[in-house]
């Protein structure tokens, strides 16, 4: 197998970092050494007959073109192999990936939210439970628009920038967009997922080693989207402990500093911007 994983060095694949990842390495090795055997098998085919037909031995064209069938077999096969990588192979591969999630309380779920160009995550601290998330809220010190008025988002956190997850625990990331479309990618991980305006895309992944690895952007977002860059830490289930509680910590001094809306003040929506009372929005909001 380590002469086949050549290839994936060869084309700079970081090393693998995820349970699933071998799975991909696989099929990447695979398809990289079969198109080759094909280069180099059809190159000596278009050779040996340019030689085998050439005009000094054949001033006519022979109008019956090859009677023998092995051209037939070799494309037969050719179309087999090919069957058996993408049904064999990749489509339950891809499956697995898009239909069989873990148990949401087994896994940790973060929520991804891009925008020109960074990556923000969500966490919802230690009560397991996101606050509400509301546009109306958006501002320079909340970048993801946290309802400062939710309990449940009293103790999220937010960063940018860098993730940090534990090692051999499923993560699911939710993935959306705050402006265009963009590409978590975690080469590591060997997984990817569009971020798009408007959708909540779910892809997970369960790291195997710990360290730092990278995150990049997988589409071209803009002008600054080679800087779209960030860091995934895995850590060990104790690192990641210490990091949500200081993390924790952190959001609990930010969330008491901001100011708090009047107590007596209706419920719901009160720091959303009044909307002009004439004219019904066609958004539903
Ligand atoms: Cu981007």
């Known amino acids: 197998m380590n002469s086949l994983a050549l290839i994936n060095e060869f084309l700079g694949q ?3 970092a995820s349970s699933h990842g071998y799975q991909i390495d696989h099929i990447l090795e695979f398809c990289h050494w079969f198109m080759g055997a094909l280069f180099v098998g059809w190159s000596a085919f278009f050779i040996f007959v340019l030689i085998r037909f050439r005009k000094r031995r054949h001033p006519q064209a022979d109008h019956l073109g090859v009677r023998s069938g092995i051209s037939s077999h070799l494309e037969f096969s ?11 192979f990749a489509i339950p591969l891809w499956a697995k990936r898009v239909n069989q999630f873990p148990p949401g309380k087994e896994a940790l779920v973060v929520h991804v939210v891009a925008q020109q160009f960074s990556f923000n995550y969500h966490l919802p601290g230690p009560d397991g439970q996101f606050g509400r998330r509301d546009v109306g809220f958006v501002s320079n010190s909340n970048p993801l628009g946290l309802d400062p008025n939710d309990p449940a988002g009293k103790d999220d956190i937010v960063t940018t920038g860098e993730l940090h997850v534990p090692v051999n625990r499923p993560v699911i990331a939710e993935l959306s967009s705050k402006d265009v479309i963009h590409d978590f990618f975690l080469p590591s991980m060997r997984i990817a ?9 779910p892809i997970w992944f369960t790291p195997i080693k710990t360290g730092t690895d990278e995150i990049i952007c997988g589409q071209l977002c803009g002008l600054g989207h080679y800087g779209m860059k960030g860091t995934l830490v895995v850590d060990t289930p104790q690192d990641f402990q210490a990091w949500l509680k200081e993390r924790t910590e952190l959001a609990g001094g930010a969330q008491g500093a901001a100011p708090s809306p009047s107590p007596g003040a209706p419920q719901q929506p009160q720091n959303k911007p009044p909307a002009p009372a004439a004219s019904p929005s066609p958004s539903g909001e």
């Open 14 to 16: 970081p090393p693998n």
């Open 78 to 88: 050719v179309v087999l192999i090919e069957a058996v990588l993408l049904l064999g």
């Open 193 to 201: 997922g569009d971020a798009i305006p408007g959708s909540l895309i």
